[in-house]
Each structure stands twice: as C-alpha cells, then as structure tokens.
C-alpha cells in the first residue's frame, strides 16, 4: 500500500508533478504528460476525458464523495464539518439521481419543507458549488440547478449585546471564558481565529491574525487593555511557553470548537434559569458587539477583517448609529 501523499494531496489519484510538469503514473499502462506545473485545469480537463465513458452512470453520490474527498480537506474545520452535515441531507434526497436528471423544480421542492428552512437554504448553497464544480472543472454536468432558484425567506441576525448583558455573563463566566469574552470585544475576531492563537502571534507591536474563513492577514494593534488581558491569558494555569496557545483548557491544550461551545452553552443555560436574561445571545455576537460599538463603520471594518463593507454595515452593526442632520 502506498504511503499518503504530503504535497498536492488534492491532485486526482495516479496524477503527481515531475520536474515542473503534471504526469499520469497508473499502477499499470503508459505513463501521460498532461503539461506544465501552474496549468492545473490541464490535470481536471484529462481526468474528464478519460472518465467521460463512465460518467453518464455515475450518481450524485459519486460526485458527493468525490466533494469530499477533493475539496473538503481544503476548507476550514468548522466548515467541513458543517458541509459533512449537509451532505447527508442532500445524500438522501439526491444521492440517486444522475446530474443531468436535477432540474430547478426538484430543487425548489427540496426547499418547500414546513421546517428547517434556514438550512435548506445552506444545503441547496452546498449542493450548487458541488454542482460548479461538476460543470466547471469535472466537466460531468451540463449546468447548475441550483441557479436562479429562489431561497427561503431569512432574516439577518439583529442581536445586539447590552453592556449590562455583556457584564452579566462576564460575571458568571470562569475566568478562561472571561479572556475569551474580552478578546472577542477588543479584536473583533472569529472564535476559531482566537481559539488558535498562539503566543508567537503577540509582539510589542500587536496580535497578528491570519483569518481561518477569507484568508486575510491584520495585526490588531497593542493597547493597555488588550495588553491586560493577554497578561492574565499568559499567567493562566498551566503556564505554557512562547508556543503555546493563548486561550487553552486546563490541560494547556487547545480548545475544540464543540468543547468552547459546550462551556458557553452551560453558562448561558444558568444564566437564563436564574433570570439574569431575556434573551440568550451566542459568543459570535460579541463579534457584532465590537462592531456596533466602533466609533466609526471605517475602524469597524477594518479591525473585523471583512471583505466588504457592505457586511459590516448590513450582518454586524446592530447598535443605534448617530448620525448628524442635514442642517
């Protein structure tokens, strides 16, 4: 059995790179010159071709497992795991039909469900990039169904954090939940991008962040408060060195997605048995918070790392904006 590949593991099987061009090596046969190393559209237009024959009886399951094994390992952990999620779903409804059999109808009806609709929508999202890539890059479809299909109606998320709300959770919080809270408000990053900070990303200058959902790069400049909760980060039990993990669990590991969010979900369940809430908020809207609360939109958007303003201003600034009149 051969052993995993550790560079271009997204290359399809029997595909590597020879001295800066892509080669087919088959156990058995002639090897192929596909061409240049850069030109991977080459790679995907000659793995059609060469399947072409047996692609009319392949299934959508076929090129579900396909998604997953191509082009899931490239995404983020906590949206692989959602779109593993998704792919049952879409396994069961589709999973027997070829490609070309889909049509926009069986797509729409797969959105008219009485509940669940929020995710319907994401599953039909999931559904059409594997249907990009079937039509764009695997060559195996004619079009994608899930264009111009009307999604269901959903409302963007409006929960806007209290400072009285927020220092009521942060009392009950342990102390790692409370750096966490008070990062979250001061650097306005996503809780996996702060989960996997490391010591070696804190300077004199600032915290630097590459973000885990667009990539982008931003130091998030030192100031006395931040320094102060990355002191106490520091000096929490067990100590670790220069590389270790900023939040860490008692252990001095890391934090799992679903262990942080068990922890908060105990905290908000006390605080709503206690009465100390209305209405119970998620860690992610801390994010909106340090938004909202920015002085500008400008400073909001550049310290959340958005790709456009117009997230900003339309998912994350919940709070009231003044604004000056006319004249």
Partial sequence: MS????????????????HGSYWYRPPEGEYVNIGPEGQEHLVWRFMADKTAPSAPGKTMHDFFERYKREVLPL?????????????????????????????????????????????????????SAIFSKMVGRWYVADKNPCQHVERNDSHKRSRYITDAEFQTIYSLAKPR???????????????????????????????FFQQGKTGKRLLVCMSPALKEVLDRAKAMLPRVDIGGYVLRTRKGTRYTGEGFRACWQRMMRKAMKRGLLSERFTFH????????????????FERAGHTSMAMTRGTYDRGIRKVTPLK
């Fill in 177 to 207: 939940i409370q750096i966490a809270m008070d990062l979250a408000l001061l650097t306005g990053q996503r809780q996996g991008d702060l989960l996997s900070l490391l010591q070696t990303h804190v300077s004199e200058d600032g915290v």
């Fill in 75 to 127: 995404l983020g952990l906590r949206t692989q795991k959602d779109y593993v999620r998704h792919l049952v779903r879409l396994e069961r409804s589709f999973g027997h039909m070829r490609p070309n059999e889909i049509q926009p109808r069986d797509i729409g009806a797969f959105l008219d469900r009485p509940k669940g609709k929020i995710q319907a929508n994401k599953q039909v999202a999931v559904l």
């Fill in 3 to 18: 052993r995993p590949r550790k560079t271009n593991a997204h290359l399809p099987k029997y595909v590597t790179v020879i």
């Fill in 285 to 300: 809207d801390i994010r909106a918070k340090s938004v909202s609360d920015s002085k500008t939109l400008e400073e909001a």
